[in-house]
């Protein structure tokens, strides 16, 4: 492809592998601003690679929670199941997890196996051709040429989005190319995983119950209780909490980002003080630069609106310490810490809004006790529909991504609505 | 869940885990009888959760041996074919093999993909998420939450046991709840192979022949035997030896009970006389109580009905001797044995009786050679078919999890019987 | 079976075990020249298993290259699609590679699902059962009970070959039996490889251009071409040469030999001056046998036709060095070796002719750099789409062997050409 006969590569020292000069190929596109690439990651107008949260719009999300919905209602129907199996069963799908994550990767399964795709996998770190010297280029190119999608997981910063641009390069030399997305690369994004945070407070906040009617339904109700005479529909305008690892909570760095785009909402961070855990700059800055209200607490019970924050908020989502990315002087100061004030027991929650949801990415530490289980059964509980949420809106993306999605919301409008 | 608000855990002492804790809220439970445990792995008369051989009765066993040979005639042509592969195409099974057992494994795999189902697995003894700290019961949730049934096999005694209580507890509480299926938990129950060896005598016992008519029949060839002249069908009347491993030999154990329910069956144990290797005081009991006549030998020549037993069974089932599980004075004391005594030759087989069978739960070792592969051809070597056997009877059990066993028989006999 | 009442084997050592009787029992067969044993290998005149590259007659070659083409054009439309896909869903096949090859595996798997069929696998060396002292045999018995078809890939030289013929034994003796595709034995055979290289071949010099029309095409804009004034098409009366790793290059002795029953074909063997590296005696004894003219070169530079070698071939099959198999004094005799003469680059490109192709059985090797990736963008590099190519040629050999490809051949005609 015309990467190579860049002068990046010209200049390229002896020592560099070719996966070195590959990397260093995309150095440019790499650096950009978000803004500055989301149109090459599109085609007309329909996402092609699904590398960044920042890709989402509010619309794009609106439309996806759609199809989410669209395909839940149809899976509970024989005929429906029967549509959507058929609808894609001759794609196949690459998984390329080579970093590992069960829950990310059995969902990113599911949400395939929905529609109909055949998935295959490589979840060796070094896949027997990488032993016998191939790029990891050669490898993803591999992969393009026997299936149409690939999904990829990667401890590499910014590999799915090079691969992205490798793809972009081979289509405009007339090559096969297919779409990229990345299911969690490094530290820096997972965009799915923001997807399915946004979709589970889309449901939430829509604020439906089993028994709605034209003459009562649950969102009145809620609107009688003391304290919530103002409560809206949507995630505009309401207040989000994240608790725990803040400071390497991928995911709650794209959920920030995301909610960000909703008018007029309020992020509250809560975590240890300790440089480790607590917010980076870059997200700071960044949330500053879309003159978002944020607040970094050290604890439930620092005031917002006049009272503990855990009264305050509409949403709480709770993390887990990462420990496993813990440095030896970040365990040793670790001691000075009183965990046990960012783990949930069922008198902090007995104190949260009737409706707000608690939401974690999963899984949740034992060890650690973030979420204890005695909560699971309480109605805010929302993180295992969470999961479930997310197999739904992966399903959803991956109807967008081969332009099905339109047909799913027809046939669903035609035999489900009447 | 609810589980967790029970006392058993507020007892329960620092130095336990969340998963100590989840398994000892089920203690209760799980020490109850059998019998009183089946109801609630039942629903309407249906079972829901495959856990204990228990829970086969002798009807319920006629019936999966008729749906088994349904699904078996049915995959003989392609109309049967597309009608099978269709009938749950849009369910996901999930294998979570935490002990090895390719057999196994693949086994439900092909019952699995006979009927459509798209299979899903996770096989590493520690999945990512649970070296994050999760615990297993979160594992299984999240399974439940991208699957539609969970097939298991575990080296935790009682595993699949406590995950049944767990779906049942979720389904009480309004939760996504899927089926259990126990592929062998520890050293105490694999239910669905004593199945698949039940169904094999069921269709050995049955005598019928290639080339049967009205007027000629291999049952009745048989009954011209000398010595067969009182041979019956089915598998009531009818005495069933053991040979091998029978104090470790789980297959054994589960079959041996499974037999108990025939009217008027004989079962002979022939181990060498070494603790590790002979009957085991529960199992005993067990046949004691339930009025069984049963016998303990150590040779294929002690006497039964005035003849050496290997010359008066109607069914022979060898196992292997389990040397991964000897201690270090096991092995010690198999010095003293002759253990060729508990292997088979063409010399033992020409003396057993012209129909009985020989099974073997698979595999045998060919070290140990209980059973040569000079065997192989003779016409009552059953244990080739026997794994063929168990994924169709495997399809079965699927089918009637998935209450499409009926949809099967009807379509069968509209299509096939006429 | 059969196999263990021959002498061979009352003769065997007590130090033998089973696995090795098993081999040694088919010793005869195995040592019969490979005319001898094609026969067995069908079925009235299909083949029934896909063991050497010796199977392919040019008839044969042609055939499945017309059932390539037809698949990859049905693949192009969603009815051609649902044609296929629909075509052997029933059908599930055995992955069992032993011996790692993420290339060939996923081609495998793709080539399966597009025709529908359901793939499992075994990768892992040793499966559970042979720990536990299950036969080899035992073990491609039991994956011949569950599934349709075994691809096997394996170290040990003919172990794929031994399985056919025992998958014969069993066939005779009445048992069930399923076909056996060699995916790469030992060091001996890769007859799929062989296969696709072939049809990569077919394609290029067929010279099809996309503007092709009655009154222009590609093929005669090539004969205006100075030099080129006689090319015709297909692969009789051409010049190919191999560069790299001749001596251990499997899929070099695979393709070479198959070329040699095109008339009037030249070969060359490009290799370093080294005698693990330079061409084997059995090579040189088969081509002799068959009135091959060949060349052994060591550089690109050295005279044919009164030019340069590169100047003079008509395709151009490059290899890597298999470093992973040499020996200690393999790397030593290296050091007197220039390999950068057995590298491409744009400079020996340039010089060869226009239409010539450059294939490679991939992967290649980044620190040899025997193909650097300024030449992935020539016309003539070939090597990409002759892996999509083997997807492609491996799913009409599966339609072959399943006797589909008919059926194929039929609805693409009906449909498509019209």
């Given at each position: 492809m015309t990467a190579i006969m860049s002068p990046a590569n010209s200049e390229s020292t002896p020592a560099q592998t070719q996966d070195d000069r590959d990397l260093l190929f995309y150095e440019g596109r790499l650096n950009r601003p978000t803004k500055a690439k989301t149109p090459e990651l599109e085609r007309s107008g329909r996402l092609r690679h699904v590398i960044f949260s920042g890709q989402f719009s509010v619309d794009l999300l609106e439309e996806l929670a759609g199809v989410a919905d669209a395909i839940r209602k149809l899976s509970k129907h024989r005929s429906g199941q029967d549509f959507l199996i058929n609808l894609l069963h001759h794609k196949r799908a690459m998984l390329y997890f080579t970093?590992?994550?069960?829950?990310?990767f059995l969902s990113f399964m599911a949400a395939c196996q929905i529609l109909g795709i055949t998935c295959n996998e490589v979840r060796d770190p070094q896949t027997s051709s990488e032993t016998?010297?191939?790029?990891?280029?050669?490898s993803i190119r591999m992969f393009s040429s026997y299936f149409d999608l690939i999904i990829m997981r990667s401890p590499i910063a910014r590999l799915a989005?090079?691969?992205?641009?490798?793809?972009?390069?081979l289509e405009r030399s007339g090559n096969r190319s297919v779409p990229i997305v990345n299911a969690g690369s490094g530290a820096d994004q997972h965009p799915t995983q923001a997807l399915l945070d946004i979709y589970t407070l889309q449901r939430t906040f829509?604020?439906?119950?089993?028994?709605d009617?034209?003459?009562?339904?649950?969102?009145?109700d809620l609107r009688r209780l003391p304290g919530c005479e103002n409560l809206s529909k949507g995630l505009a305008g309401k207040t989000y909490a994240f608790c725990g690892d803040i400071g390497r909570g991928r995911t709650v760095?794209?959920?920030?980002?995301?909610?960000?785009?909703?008018?007029?909402?309020?992020?509250?961070f809560i975590a240890p003080n300790h440089p480790t855990l607590v917010m980076r700059d870059d997200l700071r800055q960044a949330l500053a630069a879309k003159n978002v209200r944020f607040y970094e607490f050290d604890s439930f019970e620092q005031q917002l609106d006049g009272r503990p924050v855990i009264?305050?908020?509409?949403?709480?989502?709770?993390?887990?310490?990462?420990?496993?990315?813990?440095?030896?002087?970040?365990?040793e100061r670790y001691a000075a810490l009183d965990f046990s004030r960012y783990c949930l027991d069922m008198d902090l929650v007995s104190r949260m809004k009737p409706y707000a949801p608690i939401l974690h990415p999963f899984?949740?530490?034992?060890?650690f006790g973030e979420i204890p289980q005695e909560i699971d059964n309480d109605p805010r509980a929302m993180y295992f529909r969470q999961a479930r949420n997310g197999m739904w809106i992966r399903s959803a993306l991956l109807a967008h991504l081969f332009d099905v999605d339109g047909q799913i919301l027809r046939y669903f409008h035609r035999e489900f609505s009447a």
């Open positions: 970093q590992p994550s069960t829950r990310t016998k010297g191939e790029t990891r280029f050669d989005e090079s691969c992205a641009y490798l793809m972009n390069d829509n604020f439906s119950g089993p028994n009617s034209e003459h009562n339904s649950r969102f009145d760095r794209s959920l920030a980002l995301l909610l960000s785009n909703y008018p007029d909402v309020r992020l509250v009264e305050a908020l509409d949403a709480l989502y709770m993390t887990r310490i990462q420990r496993e990315h813990d440095t030896g002087d970040d365990a899984p949740r530490d034992q060890h």
